[in-house]
C-alpha cells in the first residue's frame, strides 16, 4: 500500500536517513522504533514530502510521491499527526477540522462520522484549538488527520504526555482504525503500548532502518529491544 | 476659525490619511504575518499603484468617474501582477529568509522607482477626482471625494475582514500563517498562498494609492512616507496583527492629521516616531502581537 524504498534525507550537510526502507499494509500497525534521533520523525515527515529525499522513492497506489509537491501527500490519502500535536492553535476546533476536510474536499458526513471518535469534540466546535486540555489537543490532532479519510496514517509519538485514560483511547480509536482497513505507522516510544498495539516493529538505529520483526516474535525476543533500544524487557 | 471646527477640520483631515494608511499597512501586515517578510518594496507598490492610476486616466481619457474606476480595477491587477512575478522569481528563489528578502525588497524598491523615474519623469501629475461636491458643514465645506475615501476604505477593510475569517482561502491564509509546514501536510497549497498573499498586499496599496491620487498627485518619490508610517502601523498594531494595524492605523493617521494641521508634518513624524519607541518599551510585541518578530 505504502512503500518507502531506499531514501535518503539531509538536513544541510548532515544525512539523517539513509538507504531508509519500510512498508505499510492495509489493516496492520506497523511500529516505528528507536533511540532519539535515530530519525523516525524525519522519516514521517519524509513519507509527507515535508523533508525531501534527495534519493529513493516514496510509493502509494504505484504513484512516486517523493517526486511530486508535499501537497500530493495527503491528496493521496496520507493522514498524519506530528509530533506534539501542531494544531493551529488561534484557530477553532472546528476550523482544525475544516483544514483536515479541505484536503481531499470531504463532506460534513465524514467531519460528523470523526467526531463520533472524539464526542468531546463535538461540544467545543467554537473554541480555540489552543485552550483545550493535552489530551483533547492529542484527540484533535488525530480528528484533523481523520477528516481527510487516510488510507495511510501517520502517528508520531501520540501518547507522549497524557494520562492513562487518554493513551487507552487513543489506542482504541487506532484499533478501530485498523478494523477497518487503514494502514497504520505509529512512532512510539513506550515499549510496552507496541508490543500492545503493533502487527510489526520497524527498529531504526542512525537513520537505517534496520530489522522488521513481527510484534508477536518480539514479545519472546527481549534481546532485539535491548540491542536498539538499549533496555532490558 | 474658531478652535472647534479648526479642530474638526484637522480630524477630518488625519481621518483620510488614516484610512490609505490603514489599507496600506494592512498589506504590509498581511505579508509579514503570514510570509514573515519585511517588505521594503511595499511604498514602491504604492507609488506604482499611483502611477498607473494616473497613466489609465490619461490615456483612457474618458471622464473623471469612468476613468477613475478603471483605474481602481486596472492599477491594483497590474500592481499585483508585478508582485507576482517579484515573488516568483526573487523572494521564492531565497527560500523567503527574512534577511535575505529585506535586501531584496530593497533593490526591488530601487529597481521600481528607477524605472517609474525613466518612464514617468520625475514630475507630479494629478488624477482629476471622479466626484465633485463638497459637504457643507456649518463652520465649512469639506471635500465629498475625500469622505468617499474614507469609506470606500472602511468597504475594503470589511472585505479583506471577511475574506479572511469566513472563506477557505482566508482559512489556508491563517493557517499557513500559524504553522506553513503543518498546512503543506494538508494540501495547503503553501507557495501559492504565499504568491497570493503577496500580489494581494501590493493590490492593498495600490488600492489606498489610486484613492489617494485625486488628493496627493502621482509622484516616483511619494511611496517613502507611506512605507515608513506602515511600518510605525505595523509595529505599534503587533507584528501580523490585522486588527491591531487597523487600531494602530487609526491613531498614526489621526494623530498625523491632527498635529500636521496645527503644528507641522515634520513633528507629526517626530511624535509618531516617539510614539513607537514608548510602545515597544511598555508592550514589545505591540498592541496586539503574539510572537516577536
Given at each position: 500500500m505504502l512503500t518507502v524504498e531506499n531514501i535518503n534525507c539531509f538536513y544541510g550537510h548532515t544525512q539523517v536517513l539513509r538507504d531508509f526502507s519500510l512498508a505499510a499494509e492495509a489493516g496492520r500497525i506497523l511500529c516505528v522504533m528507536g533511540r532519539n534521533g535515530a530519525g523516525k520523525t524525519t522519516a514521517l515527515k519524509s513519507i509527507m514530502g515535508?523533508?525531501?529525499?534527495?534519493?529513493?522513492r516514496v510509493m502509494i497506489d504505484g504513484v512516486?510521491?517523493?517526486?511530486?509537491?508535499?501537497?500530493e501527500a495527503p491528496r493521496h490519502g496520507i493522514g498524519y499527526v506530528p509530533q506534539g500535536r501542531r494544531l493551529f492553535s488561534e484557530l477553532t476546533v472546528g476550523d482544525n477540522l475544516e483544514i483536515g476536510l479541505m484536503a481531499r474536499g470531504s463532506g460534513d458526513d465524514v467531519k460528523e462520522h470523526t467526531l463520533d471518535f472524539f464526542p468531546a469534540l463535538r461540544e467545543r466546535l467554537d473554541q480555540r484549538a489552543g485552550t483545550l486540555s493535552g489530551g483533547e489537543q492529542q484527540m484533535l490532532a488525530i480528528a484533523r488527520a481523520l477528516c481527510l479519510e487516510p488510507t495511510v496514517l501517520l502517528l508520531d509519538?501520540?501518547?507522549?504526555?497524557?494520562m492513562p485514560s487518554m493513551i487507552a483511547r487513543i489506542r482504541d480509536v487506532v484499533l478501530e482504525l485498523k478494523s477497518q482497513g487503514v494502514a497504520v505507522i505509529l512512532v512510539e516510544q513506550r515499549v510496552d503500548a507496541v508490543l500492545q498495539i503493533a502487527d510489526r516493529v520497524l527498529f531504526v538505529e542512525n537513520g537505517r532502518s534496520r530489522d522488521t520483526v513481527e510484534a508477536e516474535a518480539l514479545r519472546d525476543s527481549p534481546d532485539m529491544l535491548d540491542r536498539y533500544l538499549g533496555m532490558g524487557h | 476659525m474658531d478652535f472647534g471646527p479648526y479642530f474638526l477640520l484637522a480630524t477630518l483631515e488625519g481621518a483620510v490619511g488614516a484610512a490609505v494608511l490603514a489599507l496600506t499597512a494592512l498589506g504590509l501586515s498581511l505579508v509579514f504575518g503570514v510570509m514573515?517578510?519585511?517588505?521594503?518594496?511595499h511604498g514602491a507598490f504604492f507609488m506604482l499603484g499611483a502611477i498607473i492610476a494616473w497613466w489609465v486616466a490619461d490615456t483612457l481619457g474618458a471622464g473623471p468617474m469612468l476613468s477613475f474606476l478603471a483605474a481602481l480595477i486596472i492599477s491594483p491587477l497590474a500592481v499585483g501582477a508585478v508582485a507576482v512575478l517579484a515573488e516568483r522569481l526573487i523572494l521564492r528563489r531565497l527560500n523567503y529568509n527574512p534577511e535575505s528578502t529585506i535586501v531584496a525588497t530593497i533593490g526591488l524598491l530601487y529597481v521600481i522607482e528607477q524605472v517609474a523615474l525613466m518612464t514617468y519623469g520625475p514630475d507630479a501629475r494629478p488624477v482629476v477626482a471622479p466626484i465633485d461636491f463638497r459637504v457643507q458643514l456649518p463652520w465649512f465645506g469639506y471635500s465629498g471625494y475625500k469622505l468617499l475615501v474614507i469609506a470606500a476604505s472602511i468597504v475594503v477593510m470589511l472585505a479583506v475582514w471577511w475574506g479572511l475569517t469566513r472563506t477557505r482561502i482566508g482559512l489556508m491564509m491563517r493557517a499557513t500563517q500559524f504553522d506553513s509546514e503543518t498546512a503543506r501536510a494538508f494540501a495547503i497549497p503553501v507557495d501559492r498562498v504565499y504568491g497570493g498573499v503577496f500580489a494581494f498586499g501590493a493590490m492593498l496599496a495600490a488600492i489606498g494609492a489610486v484613492l489617494v491620487v485625486p488628493i496627493q498627485q502621482a509622484h516616483y518619490l511619494m511611496g517613502n512616507d507611506p512605507l515608513l508610517l506602515s511600518f510605525i502601523v505595523v509595529i505599534i498594531g503587533g507584528l501580523g496583527s490585522l486588527r491591531g494595524t487597523v487600531l494602530a492605523a487609526v491613531i498614526i493617521g489621526l494623530s498625523d492629521g491632527i498635529i500636521s494641521v496645527f503644528f507641522s508634518p515634520t513633528l507629526a513624524k517626530i511624535i509618531a516616531t516617539l510614539v513607537v519607541a514608548m510602545i515597544l518599551v511598555i508592550r514589545p510585541k505591540g498592541l496586539f502581537g503574539t510572537q516577536s518578530a
Open positions: 515535508l523533508v525531501r529525499p534527495r534519493s529513493g512516486d510521491i517523493a517526486a511530486l509537491q508535499a501537497e509519538e501520540p501518547t507522549e504526555g497524557l | 514573515r517578510i519585511v517588505n521594503v518594496a
